[in-house]
DNA sequence: CTGAAAGCGCTTACAG
DNA sequence: CTGAAAGCGCTTACAG
């Protein structure tokens, strides 16, 4: 590959000069621009990125870390959707994601410190669903800019996020349920660990209070997720069957489907016995049998809000500042009897 | 941020012995090793990954380029499924992904041959599916590795590339639809001029031939990937009640959910009067009523293959070479009449 | 085992 | 408008 002064030999000219027509802001006689070109054009030059970058010390690039070993992550709509977001605003304002992998919560802080560590990325998104105060820190430490998705513990209230009213959402859900005579619902989370579970569990019981429904503790379930979670959660909750749910609010759309699962091989019915309401509005909760009802959450639009903060504080060369509260919203199929 | 002669000075060393204890390759006395360690520690520093990439002519990056822009790319499972394939190999052997996004089928080899000519990454996936002879010829030119998901033009030989059987596939499940005794059965490709469609199509002649049936140019249709496509394309093969076909092979599950809902409006039902194939197995297709039949197509297998034949290359300093040809997998459900 | 120097391929402040 | 020089932050062949 040709370099800058391959071309400026060629050109007649010297090197800078060759950097200035490519940087494109510098004022070029258009004659020598045009010996630049050609030259560059005959030696098929392009200007090497990286070098560029060192200098320049930016690398239009933004980076984010995804758990790929976790199962089903790759098969939930979250990730598509994040990128989708992510990459259209990039796209748009001239960036590149710099995406890595990691093994596990613990590792998603490590690779996230490296990229910031290492200067890889004028930026970083960061969705981990488990930050501490400590790890927020330690990201923080670093003066590339950092946008979250997902809440920061409070003490960070300096950190830029973007994220979805999860506990709010879960809320309204439950007092639509109560709206249509429900008493005793279910809440079904995936991982009680995480925050979006955690934020989702605060709504449910905000709203079994507003409507001024007692909550038992054996409706509050966990299915991590997955498909089998949602099942074994059915069976969990239903010991007492006088005091058995008739409705079940799920943290995403796999759980509920277990849940119908569950329900029918117990022989009830959804919705003439039971009501369901799912989470995500996933690409199968329109064809299932019922149609299922789901909390769509838009994950696109938060991602897509959370790159433009970044990119706007990168460009200003400042920290990304403020936050966003984006609305989910319900649709509604057959799962819950109108 | 502190740099190596930052820690140098500290550690009263010179900055290559600085250099040598962090990149790893190097015999340094422990003593040494641990003052700079430790100054390092009180500097906070790590290397600064650009300028190494500069220096050693490495990134320890791949490149690929996503076209974002179009409708329903991040719906299906080909994108998570090539994602998380690329990311395991990534992820095991040390790199990371530089995402590109990309308006459109041009653009795509516009940002393809941008990565390469800018030398931000050591390698690149291309994964467009309408390649001419020119594009290939233009990626090859660059001596960065490159390796193909699908099949090249036939003129170059010499690219690697990793892809599924699309024709040998679809004639088997032509075969198939034959052996239940389908006698008139049509194909719903995507977009024509994409050379998946292309090979598919060319499967389903093969199988047809080979269950020596007639194929009726009214039977081909194209739904362009979308539901919507799909369901118009039954209104389109059933012009003549006499010849409407009994089976249905469509190129995705989408196209196949808007067969079985054009399908189900003219009072049709599947599987008694009329089977349905779809492809890729997405999420959706296990939940249908009925459970659709589908061909499920080894992405995330491509996709891993792949990276691995493109860091193999990188890191023994050729260009990657090989192909292979991974084998789809019929999951029979309820839409053919068994 | 460690130092001094040159180099990776750009950019940009400083002169003129 | 253009040149000459220094610098971005590393690595590594060459000495010793």
Known sequence: MSTIRDVAARAEVHPSTVSRVFSGNAQISDATRQRVL???QALNFQPNAIARSLSVRRTKTIGVIVPHVFDGYFADSFFPQLMAGLLE???ARGYRLLVGGCNGYQDEHVQALDILASRQADGI???SSRLDVDTVGALQRHKTPLVLIGHPPAQHADVAWVDADNCAATRRVIGYLAGKGHRRIAYVGGDPDSSVVKERLE????????????????WIDYGYFAEDGGYQAVERTRRSASAAPT???AANDLMAIGILRGLRERGIDVPRQVALVGTNDSPEAAHLTPGLTSLRVPYRAIAAAAATLLIDAIEAGRRPAGQALLESCLIERESVES
Chains 1, 2 share one sequence.
């Open 38 to 40: 050609l030259a560059a």
């Open 89 to 91: 605003v990039s796209y």
């Open 125 to 127: 998104v960061v969705t």
């Open 203 to 218: 709504g449910y019981r905000a709203g079994m209070a507003a409507a001024g429904l007692p909550v038992s503790e054996e």
């Open 247 to 249: 409705a079940y609010y």
